[in-house]
């Protein structure tokens, strides 16, 4: 950050009077400007003990499977925010019927909020943001080709709950790719 959003005057990094971490500070009006993590909500979709996932159509990870997931906008629920990246990326209309996950992931300053949800029917697409959509068995998942390290841990613990025969929510760290 170059320029105060309120304005327009440079800011500086640096402590301000009160906190303990480097913040954006405008030197005029000396508005504070907080960098919070982002919020990614998404959904797993069931239908009939199989998941749909997404082959990537843009970057990052072009060509690699997710289930759909996304930022959240400004006046949305998680809950909804995962209904509609399943929406945009699917094409399915599902029910979110239980949180799943909370994943953080503090080298990319995101926390992952991911729900299981049961499709309204097995009616699905490709979205703008998809080139392939699918339904997979569990012994079907592309485990080489998934997309991001998220959905490989959320999608191996979601089969270790499905053999225990109980879901639970899952809470923590995933790190970078290679680590």
């Not at 003990?49 to 997710?66: F, K, Y």
């Not at 569990?138 to 998220?150: K, R, T």
């Amino acid at each position: 950050m170059n320029f105060c959003s309120q304005c327009g005057a440079p800011v500086a990094l640096k402590v301000p009077p009160g906190e303990t971490l480097p913040r954006f500070v405008c030197e005029a009006c000396q508005t504070i400007h907080y960098q919070n993590p982002k919020i990614v909500a998404g959904c797993i979709p069931e239908w009939e003990g199989r998941i749909l996932l997404c082959r990537r159509a843009i970057e990052p990870r072009v060509g690699l499977w997710t289930f759909p997931a996304g930022f959240m906008e400004q006046g949305e629920t998680t809950e909804q925010a995962a209904a509609r990246e399943t929406l945009e990326e699917a094409q399915a209309l599902v029910e979110i019927s239980s949180l799943y996950a909370v994943f953080s992931l503090p080298h990319v300053s995101q926390v992952y909020v991911i729900f299981r949800g049961r499709l309204r029917s097995p009616e699905f697409g490709v979205g703008h943001e998809s080139a392939d959509v699918q339904l997979f068995s569990h012994e079907q998942i592309p485990w080489e080709n998934l997309a991001f390290p998220v959905i490989y841990e959320t999608l191996t613990r979601y089969i270790q709950d499905l053999g225990r025969g109980r879901f639970e929510v899952h809470v923590g760290v995933v790190p970078p790719m290679g680590r």
